[in-house]
């Protein structure tokens, strides 16, 4: 069973900082590219960090500099280092494990996502 178990949201004022956990089933987390994703109330759903099949990571242009994304491969899992967190930063975030780079066998799916976890930025 195919699962992304996501953790590490909350509530934080303003500047402050949040890491956010995804730990992944073995076989996505090995074969897929892992990235974070986020939708605010009322916007569509953005892609916030995100690693390539070459190994490099992809950032939105509002988080590059404030945001991290890194895994730890013995624990399958990534996180998302959140710091001078903004108002605007404020969203459901995602796990995402994005499995397009390649054929997938027909008992995966091309997308896995995590269930969300709420960042709330505010004073």
């Known amino acids: 069973q195919v699962q992304l178990v996501e953790s590490g949201g909350g509530l934080m004022q303003p500047g402050g900082s949040l890491r956010l956990s995804c730990e992944a089933s073995e076989i996505i987390f090995s074969t897929y590219n892992m990235g974070w994703y986020r939708q605010a109330p009322g916007k569509q759903r953005e892609l916030v960090a995100a690693?390539?099949?070459?190994?490099?990571?992809n950032y939105a242009d509002s988080v590059k500099g404030r945001f991290t994304i890194s895994r730890d491969n013995t624990r399958n899992t990534i996180y998302l280092q959140m710091n001078s967190l903004k108002p605007e930063d404020t969203a459901v975030y995602y796990c995402?494990?994005?499995?397009?780079?390649?054929?997938?066998?027909?008992?995966?799916?091309?997308?896995?996502w995590g269930q969300g976890t709420q960042v709330t930025v505010s004073s």
């Open positions: 690693f390539t099949s070459g190994g490099s990571t």
């Open positions: 995402n494990a994005d499995g397009t780079s390649r054929v997938q066998p027909s008992h995966l799916e091309y997308y896995y």
